[in-house]
Nanobody, 124 residues
Framework: QVQLVESGGRLVQAGGSLRLSCVAS????????MAWFRQAPGKGREFVAA????????KSADSVKGRITISRDGSKKTVYLQMNDLTPKATGVYYC?????????????????WGHGTQVTVSS
């Protein structure tokens, strides 16, 4: 069972930047594709970005392209989400998901493991 723990969320002003982190408990972290999803108040979980396990291929939502960077550090069993030029629309709980069969797309239901989320609030 993989445990994921997100951190880095906080209150930030519009135009600011944040880096979220997600640490995995599993020592075979390298085999898992990892993704970030956002859930705004009263809405469903929305795909932000994903990174594959071995090649490090990346996918991101059109709405965040150019303003976010997803990366992973195998030695630290951590995946990061760097977010720049934040707007109030970025407000929500950010969840880290992990998947062990090679999928790294937009469907939240395909991810097997989830953290408890970290709250990001962007004030205008």
């Amino acid at each position: 069972q993989v445990q994921l723990v997100e951190s880095g969320g906080r209150l930030v002003q519009a135009g600011g930047s944040l880096r979220l982190s997600c640490v995995a408990s599993e020592r075979t972290f390298g085999i898992y594709s990892m993704a970030w999803f956002r859930q705004a108040p009263g809405k469903g979980r929305e795909f932000v970005a994903a990174i594959s396990s071995r090649s490090g291929s990346i996918k991101s939502a059109d709405s965040v392209k150019g303003r976010i960077t997803i990366s992973r550090d195998g030695s630290k069993k951590t995946v990061y989400l760097q977010m720049n030029d934040l707007t109030p629309k970025a407000t929500g709980v950010y969840y880290c998901g992990g998947e062990g069969l090679g999928y790294f797309g937009e469907e939240s239901g395909r991810y097997d493991y989830w953290g408890h989320g970290t709250q990001v609030t962007v004030s205008s």
